[in-house]
């Protein structure tokens, strides 16, 4: 968060982005942190941190859906070399979450495999219709990120590493506005 700071004051460090950072890591990694974020152009997380090379790992999915794999990219840090954190990073005006709220709300499928994006997206579309607000598709990215953060922290593998205080899941949002990173939820005490 920190980085963050930096990123929102423009005061950047843009640390551990050298040769001899690239030769330090060459051989092997440790992150600290694992970020599931969305494949949107105006949220890269090594930038929105003020990180660099060997800081991150970074998994990105059209609004932060998950599947097996994903689930398994998240789970990598965490599970093998005791990477203590994992973000679910969403963000402001969130295209995918747009399409797949529309989509779902006017039944019209759509194309290609951009329906298993609506799909992995319907519980986060149907809580944002319980929940109402001025802005449903806002309030459908920001429940996207609680349950997929809640999920993973609950999940088989990492549920004992929350549980032992090993592993924070952290589920955060993004202001394409004021570049800033709010914590919505699991921020460790």
Known sequence: MDGNKRWVSGDLHHPDRDPNRREFVAQ???PFGAI????????PPELLFDTGLGDLYVMR???EAVGPVVTG???YGPMTSGTPLVMVLGHQRCGAVEAAYKSIRDGKPLPGNLGAIARALRPAYEQAVREGGADPVE????????LT??????NQD??????KGTLAVVGAYY???????????GAPS
Request: charged share 20%; net charge negative.
């Open 149 to 154: 953060a809640a999920n993973l922290r609950s």
């Open 28 to 30: 092997e990694q440790e």
């Open 175 to 185: 202001s394409l506005d004021t570049g800033k990173v709010e914590v919505l939820s």
């Open 73 to 75: 990219s998240v789970e």
């Open 61 to 63: 999915t059209g609004g």
């Open 158 to 163: 990492l549920a004992p590493l929350v549980g």
């Open 36 to 43: 599931l974020s969305c494949i949107d152009s105006r949220v």
């Open 139 to 146: 309030t459908m990215a920001r429940a996207q990120v609680t």
